[in-house]
């Protein structure tokens, strides 16, 4: 019988960057580019040979290309002038970092979480969808 998925061990390498112009981020244990980032005129262009990379990457990706970075823990946001929305697997505490000062209202009951705030601190509950509306001053 054959696995559903492929081990990992046997994915490596299944592709490989070969670019002198861009810059490596991660190599496959053979010392190929796994991963590898190049500037265009549009901005920054990521490949990655690897099917899936922690946030953490990502995160770090986001500042270099000067965008904001909500929350700091494994969850999956959704921003932009006026909501600020949130799915989460595991729920608990968050510290959330807005890019500017905004009364944080949460969408479906109302309630004004924060005011005039640059963050806000939230209990989010197991496998959940959060909804905010930002109200910028």
């Known amino acids: 019988a054959h696995d559903p998925l492929p081990a990992p061990e046997r994915l490596q390498p299944a592709f490989a960057v070969e ?3 861009a810059e490596p981020l991660a190599w ?3 010392g190929r580019v796994a991963v590898a980032a190049k500037r265009a005129r549009w901005g920054l262009s990521v490949f990655s040979a690897l099917p899936a990379l922690p946030g953490a990457f990502f995160r770090h990706l986001l500042v270099q290309a000067g965008g904001h970075v909500y929350c700091q823990h494994e969850d999956v946001w959704l921003a932009n002038r006026s909501v600020l929305a949130v799915h989460t697997r595991d729920g608990g505490p968050r ?3 807005l890019p500017e000062r905004a009364d944080v209202v949460e969408a479906h009951t109302g309630q004004v979480i924060a005011r005039n705030a640059l963050g806000f601190e939230v209990v989010l509950p197991e ?3 959060t909804l905010w509306v930002l109200r910028r001053r």
Do not use: E, N, Y
Request: proline share 8%.
């Open 19 to 21: 670019d002198d112009g």
């Open 28 to 30: 496959w244990p053979d």
């Open 95 to 97: 510290r959330v970092a």
């Open 127 to 129: 496998r959940s969808t």
